[in-house]
């Protein structure tokens, strides 16, 4: 039966008795991040990490791997200092802290439940500093801890990522790595619709498209050739190879999929594909795609789209390009919330530059297609019908079928095309078993995201630039094609870089964060960006939580009651007798006086987007964090503004007074 095409057909080794594969040995190598040690009910684990920060919430696990409760969590690595100097470390912690650094202890102590804060200044040596800081929690009340430090030239600030370097061929730390790659790749090639047995996750359980009239957008040649092997198309696609005959198996079920609804080829119009291609180049598609007329290896590992053209009907690709989860929630494609007039471009520039074409498949049978669309088990995976005498997984053995290297082994097995570094990692996972699968760690389902979804491709983050920021000469050939017009004063800039991702968590209140992330904040914070935010509707949830606790902050951000006269003064301080901030922002409806190329954000936006430490030191130093800025600097080293009549001018202060006036001010 063609049922047993989806099945993983193993060897007689029972899931109880699966081994991991040995680890090879690997040399020690330096790269920027910290070694991250877990522990919680006898058990053990290990990840990569950005800070040393956290937030666990009461009755959380702190790791997928791990029980909810009591843990304990280690960070290992080195921090980096320019110049011998002092620096004075701080923590907030809720829960037990400890931190040594070249074997001195600098910091000890512990909060109940109301975080409590320590703080010491000592010598770092110019170059790397053996750190290590250990955090314990009970588990009764919410964990939490952030590290930060202040010098004489720099307020305080969480430490940032680029300060800290680990070995990432660490042992344990290979070995965590691996299984959580066997985790998210048993989640995402959904091997649990096949083999009942284990309880995925929300966060986990993505959805396949879903067949809504394929006949209406696909061509059925480019349908033959994707379902016999769709890595020749697209090298990372989570699609595998189903039928192992010479082709004619995927023609019949193109041939069935193609009845399914009513072509239309109706062709954009060509003279629109410059414009189309200023727009590629202006939103971003360009970091995450190669142009359609690209050929050969890309260095960034960009998506193909050299095939378009013999894929779509060019009705359908404008209306997937307007609302691509329409068919499929869980596309990593995201949604730019085009006009017509946007999709259309696009459509006419895609279509108008792929060049790929596929030979002719074998003629297909749509009889034997529907027949095949049940047997082969592809409704289970695309339309959520349960498979029938498929293995349970505690009945799975690992030697055949799926994970299988060889043709002859894999038999009638699905080819994943899996690598061996794959095939490890799936056996390294089932070796611990599937109860990971029943929870997710927000932190990490956050980091998970930003890989999945390309987010570095648009933004740079931890002092990595983005890929993005690697094509200005691809970008000026697209922008330069397009017919000249002359730009209205206080127009986007094409070449302005998009905020980096490093600090997100710290910045932004989660619930705008969210909104903004699913593509729900309609105007642009920022408005002389020429790219458009676009939405991640099936993440943002879990991006904007994952964010907010791996910076060791609450989720939920408690109101400010603003102090009625200190926010007195700091409508002053915002005004021409003070800072004169409204000469470049706007506050709600009160236009920002004497633009400088481009307004910055709304002021009146800060109460729903800021979170306040943040804030307080993008004031006190707005260069320390983004040295391209703008923005620029009233606070001296030592503290101080300009203006000593207000609050004897003490930056912290009148920073604060500031604050307390934006929190009265309503969009």
Known sequence: MRLLSLLCLFSTVTFGAVVAPALPDAPAQKEQGLTLHLSAGRRTDTRAAR????????????SPFLPAGAFAAKWEGE???DLRAEYTFAADVRGAFKLTINGTLVLE????????????????NKGANLLVAEFESDGKEDASLQLTWWAKDFPAEPVPPAAFQHDVNDRALRDGRRVREGRTIFAQMRCAVCHAGAEVAPELAQTAPLFNEPGAKFRENFLAHWINDPRSIRPHA??????????????????????????DDTAPAPENAPLGGALFANFGCIACHTTPDF?????HGRVPLGHVKAKWQPRALREFLKDPAKDFPHTRMPNFRLTDEEAERLTSYLIENAKREFPAAPKGDATKGAALLVSAGCISCHAGAPMVGTPKLADLTWEKGCVAAEARARGKAPDFAFTPEQRDALLAFAAGGFDSLKQDAPIEFAERAIADLRCTACHARDGQQSVWSQLEGDMIVLQSGAPNSDAPEGAPVASTALPALTWLGEKLQPAWMEQFIAGHVADKPRPWII??????ASWAHGIAEGLALEHGLPVKVEPVKPDAERAKIGERLLGENGFNCLQCHALGERNATAVFEAPGPNLARTRERLREGYYTRWLLHPLRIDPETKMPRFATDDGKTPLTDVLGGDARAQVDAMWQFLQTVKR
């Open 238 to 263: 989570l699609m595998p190879r189903v039928f192992s005959d010479d082709g004619q198996s995927a023609a019949d079920l193109a041939a069935y999929l193609v009845s399914l609804g009513k072509k």
């Open 531 to 536: 790219g458009r935010m676009p939405g991640f």
């Open 51 to 62: 800070l040393v920060a956290l937030y666990v919430p009461a009755g959380q696990a702190v």
């Open 295 to 299: 050929e050969g290896e890309d260095e």
């Open 109 to 124: 102590g512990a909060g109940d439940s109301t975080a409590q804060t320590m703080n010491k200044t000592v010598q770092l």
């Open 79 to 81: 921090i980096a200092s």
